[in-house]
């Protein structure tokens, strides 16, 4: 499993709230709801059962309790359902999405030894679910995260905004310096044939477009998942060589008829399936180093994993260029 350390995000004891309504063993079904009545208790989400340790044993839902007939026994019943439970430090998205996973709309937390904490009810994993979506938006588009109100970005000063986006931005523009460079590397063959230069901003767009498609899936991917890396880059390598080569066969007889040069043609399709191969793989690997190092893997797309895609796509295409054309 690939689980990124993230020490400054909030974890499940964060979001612990009074959600919970304490059941024992023995307890019937209506001696719960007359105990619901009586203190009249309106903001609950689970029944926890729990034993004289405080041990939780299983839960209910509000429906699975009035379903239940007045005399049967809640630990039955509650043990019968094998819903998540989380620990005190789980984060806050793996547990969200262990709520959307298994279907529920609240989470026990509980300690090592079992004992309940607390319960996590369905609006504070909603909370959580549109607070990490907002953030990974900010961070697919360079956008640091320098404080809670980051999430705000469009309403705080000019001033802020900036500071925000600067930083990736700044790589990025070291990157298209050495884009440059590697364009200019080759300004005698685009003199002698401009034809080459028409195919650039195409397969640029074509190969981070790819790119951020991965990314958009890795970003969270990565933190979820339980497959190992080696299955997800192979996974990544086939579909990004499957969409080139898509790409490539519908390129190939439109560059072919137009500029009625085959050789041309066939750099140009065997740079756009190989851009669109490797833009696939550095959309999931770029993320997963960013992990391994304790950032946070949003960050490696936007304008880092462009800039790199870019200049990795020149250089394919300037290679199959100078090696069939030129």
Aim: glycine share 8%.
């Amino acid at each position: 499993m690939l689980h990124p350390h993230k020490p400054t995000r909030e974890t499940s004891i964060d979001h612990v709230g009074p959600q919970a309504v304490l059941a024992h063993p023995g307890d019937t079904a209506v001696a719960v709801r007359s105990r619901i009545r009586d203190l009249r208790r309106t903001t609950w989400d689970l029944v926890c059962v729990i034993d004289r340790d405080g041990r939780l044993l299983g839960t209910l839902t509000a429906a699975e309790l009035l379903a239940l007939p007045d005399e049967a026994e809640i630990s039955a019943a509650a043990t019968r359902r094998n819903g998540p439970r989380v620990m005190p430090g789980t984060d806050q998205e793996m547990m969200a999405s262990m709520a959307l996973h298994h279907g529920v709309a609240a989470v026990p937390v509980v300690d090592s030894t079992d004992r309940l904490v607390g319960v996590v009810g369905p609006a504070k994993l909603m909370a959580i679910l549109r607070r990490e979506h907002v953030e990974d938006l900010h961070r697919l588009a360079g956008i640091t995260r320098e404080s809670n109100h980051a999430r705000e970005a469009i309403e705080e000063p000019p001033m802020r905004r900036a500071r925000h986006r600067l930083p990736w931005l700044v790589v990025g523009l070291g990157g298209s310096m050495v884009a440059t460079f590697v364009v200019a590397r080759f300004e005698a063959e685009l003199a002698a044939k401009p034809a080459l230069a028409f195919f650039v901003p195409g397969l640029v767009y074509l190969a981070d477009a790819i790119g951020t498609q991965s990314e958009a899936v890795a970003v969270r991917g990565l933190s979820l998942s339980h497959l190992g890396l080696a299955r997800l880059i192979g996974g990544e390598l086939r579909t990004g060589l499957l969409v080139g080569l898509v790409l490539a066969l519908l390129a190939f007889p439109m560059v072919w008829l137009v500029f009625g040069e085959l050789r041309l043609a066939v750099a140009v399709t065997l740079a756009l399936a190989g851009a669109s191969a490797l833009a696939s793989v550095l959309g999931l690997l770029l993320p997963w180093l960013l992990a391994r190092v304790g950032s946070d893997p949003a960050y490696g797309s936007g304008p880092l994993a462009t800039i790199v895609q870019d200049v990795l796509s020149l250089l394919i295409y300037f290679a199959c260029v100078s090696a069939i054309v030129l």
